[in-house]
């Protein structure tokens, strides 16, 4: 039997779930330029998320979002006060 390893810290284009991060793409795609986070925006909020503690194998262990989707909405923040 193979242990699963958890990538701490990772966020989802590290961690080897390209299929979960695609779909997010497209997602955030579909927002509007309201909606969404400006690019410098939303590449700081993930620098933050990527040394943060509660970050493991792209999900965040505080709100068990993918911060490579809740970092893109110009309206939501960190649950932990992060950003
Ligand atoms: S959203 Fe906040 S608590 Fe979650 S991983 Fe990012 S910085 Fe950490």
């Known amino acids: 039997m193979t242990e699963e390893r958890v990538c701490r810290r990772c966020l989802l284009f590290e961690s080897g779930r390209g299929d979960v991060l695609e779909d997010i793409?497209?997602?955030i795609e579909?927002?509007?330029?309201?909606?969404?986070a400006k690019s410098e925006i939303y590449e700081e909020?993930?620098?933050i998320c990527a040394g943060c503690e509660f970050l493991?194998?792209?999900t965040?262990?505080?709100c068990?979002?993918?911060p490579e989707f809740r970092a893109a909405?110009?309206?939501?923040?960190?649950?932990?006060c992060k950003w």
């Open 25 to 27: 793409r497209i997602r």
């Open 30 to 36: 579909k927002l509007s330029e309201k909606e969404r």
């Open 45 to 47: 909020r993930l620098g």
């Open 56 to 58: 493991a194998d792209g």
């Open 60 to 62: 965040c262990l505080k």
């Open 64 to 66: 068990g979002c993918y």
């Open 73 to 80: 909405f110009a309206k939501n923040r960190c649950p932990n």
